[in-house]
């Protein structure tokens, strides 16, 4: 008979899942406050699977949770963590900085799926512009926390996208007085996430040569971000 004891078997190979599940919100957090759109406010991403540190850091993303405004330097969150993979990420949450760092990193990376797929070609950021030596960029940064300021844009010289936060005003869906995350609006990121995209496409498309190129850029990460909607269910 074979030998069949423990010593002798081969272990079975780690099977790679195709997708990472994480909790989003599909709009916003003012939705939560409204009984006819809460239960539609929050959704489940199926992010592509790749290996991540905390962060979360890949191998387009690295997500960086420093406040300047406040001095605060948040934990990052480790998406491999057995209780965190088990309920598919963590519970959207307005006040929780991990939440903010997993939100930013599922839907940018679901714009940045939709846009390989689209395309046909695999995603590049612009090149570094080291004296004109321009330098390969591994990792497009995300500052969740970059700025006290109802603003959120990307910055083609530091190659991020930097998200603002605010005091909502009276009158709107949010309480008076409460802080105003640009980083939860799945808009705000998927639009943001368009402009690096395209800026790595081709790096003249940033440069106002025409009154319609700037025009263009606001257009299409518009576009992208309202037909990202659409392929949810």
């Known amino acids: 008979m074979p030998d069949v004891s423990p010593s002798r078997l081969q272990p079975p190979p ?3 899942p195709p997708y990472r599940n994480l909790r989003v919100y ?21 992010v592509p699977w790749e290996d991540v540190s905390a962060g979360p850091t890949g191998e387009y993303l690295e997500v960086v949770d420093v406040d300047p405004a406040s001095g605060c330097c948040y934990a990052p969150v480790d998406l491999d963590e057995r209780f965190v993979l088990a309920q598919s990420g963590l519970d959207p949450s307005e ?3 991990q939440f903010h760092q997993q939100m930013v990193y599922a839907v940018a990376m679901t714009t940045i799926r939709n846009f390989e797929r689209a395309v046909g070609l695999r995603a590049l950021w612009s090149q570094a512009d ?10 497009l940064r995300i500052y969740p926390l970059a700025m006290r300021e109802s603003n959120a844009y990307y910055d083609p010289n530091r190659k991020a996208l930097l998200f603002g936060y605010f005091p909502a005003e009276a009158g709107g869906q949010n309480l008076p007085g409460s802080l105003v995350f640009t980083c939860l609006s799945h808009d705000v990121i998927a639009h943001e996430t368009t402009h690096a995209l395209l800026d790595g496409l081709h790096r003249r498309f940033m ?18 971000a309202i037909f990202q909607h659409f392929s949810y269910k």
């Open 207 to 224: 440069e106002p040569t025409h009154p319609d190129s700037m025009a263009f850029h606001e257009a299409f990460a518009d576009i992208v």
């Open 26 to 46: 599909a709009f916003d957090p003012s939705l939560n406050w409204r009984l006819d759109t809460a239960v539609i406010n929050q959704m489940t991403l199926r």
């Open 130 to 139: 080291k004296e004109q030596g321009f330098q390969f960029v591994r990792r």
């Open 14 to 16: 780690k099977r790679r």
């Open 95 to 97: 006040g929780d900085p």
